[in-house]
């Protein structure tokens, strides 16, 4: 008896739109007013990372760095830069994208990336409005 009447009020709720039946996750908190969502995408050794520097390894590197000037030249790359330290952890992305969905697009379209030189791990933050790049970055 206990289980009929589970049902029929999931099945009520249901109907008067108080549940959904999509798998969707709950959107997130918008952020304070003066703050925006951007993307970090912490670059990890991936699973073709060598640190040999081969005439391919060069290729993919300078693919990168064009792949960097060109996001940053479009506005979607808010800084960009690696770490100084022997960990598997080798850089970092900060986008500025509409959606978690845009930022996976713009790491996946880093040559580095294409090569499994850098496997991405992004986050969405929460950081002041109006973060950008300095210019000289992309002269």
Same mark, same amino acid.
């Given at each position: 008896?206990?289980?009929?009447?589970l %049902? &029929?009020?999931?099945? @009520? *709720? =249901?109907?008067? #739109?108080?549940?959904?039946?999509?798998?969707?996750? !709950?959107a997130?908190?918008?952020?304070?007013?003066?703050? %925006? &969502?951007?993307y970090? @995408? *912490? =670059?990890?050794? #991936?699973?073709?990372?060598?640190?040999?520097?081969? !005439?391919?390894?060069?290729?993919?590197?300078?693919?990168?760095?064009?792949?960097?000037?060109? *996001?940053?030249a479009? #506005?979607?790359?808010?800084?960009?830069?690696p770490f100084?330290?022997?960990?598997?952890?080798l850089g970092l992305?900060?986008?500025?994208?509409?959606? *978690?969905k845009?930022?996976?697009?713009?790491c996946?379209?880093?040559?580095?990336?294409?090569?499994?030189?850098?496997?991405?791990?992004?986050?969405?933050?929460?950081?002041?409005?109006g973060i950008?790049?300095?210019?000289?970055?992309?002269?």
């Open positions: 008896m206990k289980r009929t009447s %049902a &029929v009020i999931m099945i @009520a *709720l =249901l109907a008067a #739109g108080a549940l959904t039946a999509s798998a969707e996750e !709950p997130a908190p918008a952020p304070p007013p003066d703050m %925006a &969502v951007y970090l @995408a *912490l =670059l990890h050794r #991936g699973s073709a990372w060598t640190p040999e520097q081969t !005439p391919e390894v060069k290729r993919v590197l300078e693919g990168h760095m064009a792949n960097i000037r060109r *996001l940053t479009e #506005g979607k790359m808010i800084l960009a830069g100084d330290d022997d960990s598997d952890l992305f900060l986008l500025q994208a509409a959606s *978690l845009e930022a996976q697009e713009l996946d379209s880093d040559p580095a990336v294409k090569a499994g030189r850098l496997r991405v791990e992004l986050h969405p933050w929460w950081g002041p409005k950008r790049t300095p210019r000289n970055i992309v002269e």
